[in-house]
């Protein structure tokens, strides 16, 4: 492609809202514009680089056994009624009407359309397992859209959807897509992790996150220092020993903390550690509440109260409710004498011995507090985050934690949608059983956005061989030079010809320009023309490395080529 053929919108100065490097650089280098907040149009170069995501994502998932196909984004309210999720999955879901007043959503994703389909075309348990797939756009009203490509209100997302009769049909094809999973994330050349992760609101259990690691990444990975023990900080259950002192227990004593409200208020003003208070926060699960109980160094993980109480939405209660329910405000609570609302400790609570706790009144708090004499728990469990330095859940050293994008998701999805939507098929004895899924997903133009975090420098991007919009960056230095001119157009039709991706500045530009640009970019090899192109010698520039190597136009092919194979 000749440049001057092409849109490649550069721009010298960063923009002010890009707060990332990925975003910055894929809007300075012309890959991607904003149409509005979160959604972009792909400029060609960036279009590029979607289809070579795209492709190693089809190679891989076909080579899995999957079948691609192409659903609808315009979605029938009634599948989500079906399903349930209508109602409960949130204001993300983007919802509108047609001139009859029905009601549609954009697709945030497929789990309702592919059941559906699969519902009414399987009968036969001889037609499973069957393992379908798509890549398409997706929408989703985030709340705060940021970061570019990395949290978007439209994205390209691939999505698979597995269906089987047996549970160990499911393990099988879970692990066949959890490898190619691993092969697509390596083949793009990214550093990444497949961690334990929470289903959030797609349901279904036994899920791993791909996560890039990054700084920028939204999520915490916790990972063992010794083994390859990786979950999201929100699914790794703590393993830790919480031994007991055998201080003798004192007498209860409510004492006056006049305006002091936080942990660190309390520590400070009573002279005690933190590990000596009990946090207690006020909870809504589903329709009842909940007051929840950790240590004062320690904070409630409300995932795992979700999974404790296996409930459908799980969050803090408001300023107001706490008030009504408890008679109290936030910064007062505690679990002795409350009555009408159950409560839940974490492990490490059982251990504390003299402890601090809210008196539910403000201004005062108790001390000496002991759980067992003092105050009821209905049950005790593992409740809180994990905390570097605590052991790693396998048993094998201790806890560190990362920064990670997520980039791909796995899940285990059982009957959730097929039961809800009737998806069954008939067994060998001729009875009607339910079918069993899995559900894959992908961010595509996210990924996207990953190696263009994870591949740059000061000067621009970086972009692996496999991935580049192009593999070649063909510069000539002054078009209106007669032998430049000559020789640039001889190489590009004969790189071409040899199955070389090549953009051709052929711009009448300053030099300087041109090469800002090209660095911008971040091609694998600039091939410049310039001052010695009466001798048909050419300069040959890695961009990875900066290494630089003069070549007769004789030699060029059989050096790119080899040089291409390391980069």
Known sequence: MKQSHTLIPTLRETPADADIRSHQLLLKAGYIRQNASGVYSFMPLGKRVLQKVEAIVREEMDSAGAAEILMPALQQAEL????GRWYTYGPELMRLKDRHEREFALGATHEEVITS????????????????????????????PRFGLLRGREFIMKDAYSFHSTQESLDEIYQKLFEAYTNIFTRCGLDFRAVIADSGAMGGKDTHEFMVLSDVGEDTIAYSDTSNYAANI?????????????????????VETRNQKTISDITSYLQVGADKCVKSLLFKVDEKYVLVLVRGDHEVNDIKVKNLFAATMVELAGLEETQALLSCPVGSLGPIGVQNVEVVADHAVKAIVNGVCGANEDHYHFVNVNPSRDFSVSQFADLRFIQEGDPSPDGEGTILFAKGIEVGHVFKLGTRY?????????????????????????????????????????????????????????????M????????????????????????????????????ADSELIGLPIRITVGKRSAEEIVEIK?????????????????????LLKSL
């Open 117 to 144: 389909l699969v519902r009414d075309e399987v009968k036969s348990y001889k037609r499973l397992p069957l393992t379908l797939y798509q890549i398409q756009t997706k929408f989703r009203d985030e709340k705060r």
């Open 80 to 83: 989500w009624q079906e399903s």
């Open 418 to 478: 097929s039961e809800a939507m009737n998806a069954s098929y008939l067994d060998a004895n001729g009875r009607s059983q339910s079918m069993i899924m899995g559900c894959y997903g992908i961010g595509v133009s996210r990924t996207v956005a990953a190696v263009a975090e994870q591949f740059n420098d000061e000067k621009g991007l970086i972009w692996p061989a496999n991935l580049a919009p192009y593999h070649l960056h063909l510069v000539a230095v002054n």
């Open 542 to 562: 890695i961009r990875k490395t900066g290494e630089t190597i003069e070549a007769h136009k004789d030699e060029l092919i059989e050096i790119v080529t080899e």
């Open 480 to 515: 209106k030079d007669e032998n430049q001119s000559i020789l640039s157009e001889t190489l590009y039709k004969e790189l071409q010809a040899n199955r070389f991706e090549v953009l051709f500045d052929d711009r009448q530009e300053r030099p300087g320009v041109k090469f």
């Open 234 to 254: 929100e699914m790794a259950p703590v393993i830790a020993d919480y031994p007991k002192s055998e201080e003798e227990h004192n007498e209860l004593q409510k």
